[in-house]
């Protein structure tokens, strides 16, 4: 079955740029979602459709991909951005989505 | 305002059966792709199923196996997940949520736990 790969964890200080990866090899052509779930809460969409920003998420998140690699970005890491980040995507068929297996976002 | 609430879990010996429910309300649920989604205890996240607009095509994972089937009722606004021959390793916490991919709004989710 299709996967898609994270780092199990990314620390930056407050103020520094933070980059998780995502990997999958059917991302050339298909796009990448990103979710940021804090602890006891949903999860909620902040990257969609590779380097889309959703309406009220802060423009320090951004996305991109190439080749097999997503990539979302967070410039200016706040400590209230501290949590588990999900990317999510497709096969190639269109019909099975898969998460990746989350990175834990430290900010001190 | 959007909410989604999920009801319907709880504890269930392995091999059992439960039925989730999602109630949805303040948007044109038959206009949009509905998803289950599911977290394990501690664990990552995990797509479970998701059905069309209406309901003609529907798709899982493939673990599944064919134990747990997604239903939707339009005229209900309600979104099902009938799950059979449950395992402990169904034991988790059930999102319902709107969209396909690009996710935008999920309920709290219900906790499903398989247990003897």
């Known amino acids: 079955s299709y996967e898609l790969t994270q780092p199990p964890s990314v620390s930056v200080s407050p103020g520094q740029t933070a980059r998780i990866t995502c990997s999958g090899d059917a991302l050339p052509k298909k796009y990448a979602y990103w979710f940021q779930q804090k602890s006891g809460q949903a999860p909620v969409l902040v990257i969609y459709?590779?380097?889309k920003r959703p309406s009220g998420i802060p423009e320090r998140f951004s996305g991109s991909s190439s080749g097999t690699m997503a990539t979302l970005t967070i410039s200016g890491a706040q400590v209230e951005d501290e949590g588990d980040y999900y990317c999510?995507?497709?096969?190639?068929?269109?019909?099975?989505?898969?998460f990746g297996g989350g990175t834990k976002l430290t900010v001190l | 305002e959007v909410q989604l609430v999920e009801s319907g879990g709880g504890l269930v010996q392995p091999g059992g059966s439960l039925r989730l429910s999602c109630a949805a309300s303040g948007f044109t649920f038959s206009s949009y792709y509905m998803s289950w989604v599911r977290q394990a205890p501690g664990k990552g996240l995990e797509w479970v199923a998701n059905i069309k607009q209406d309901g003609s095509e529907k798709y899982y994972v493939d673990s599944l196996k064919g134990r747990f089937t997604i239903s939707r009722d339009n005229a209900k606004n309600s979104l099902y997940l009938q799950m059979n021959s449950l395992r402990t390793e169904d034991t988790a916490v059930y999102y319902c949520?709107?969209?396909?991919?690009?996710?935008?709004?999920w309920g709290q989710g219900t906790l499903v736990t398989v247990s003897s």
């Open positions: 999510y995507s497709t096969d190639s068929s269109g019909n099975h989505w898969v």
């Open positions: 949520a709107r969209g396909r991919a690009a996710i935008d709004y």
């Open positions: 459709e590779d380097s």
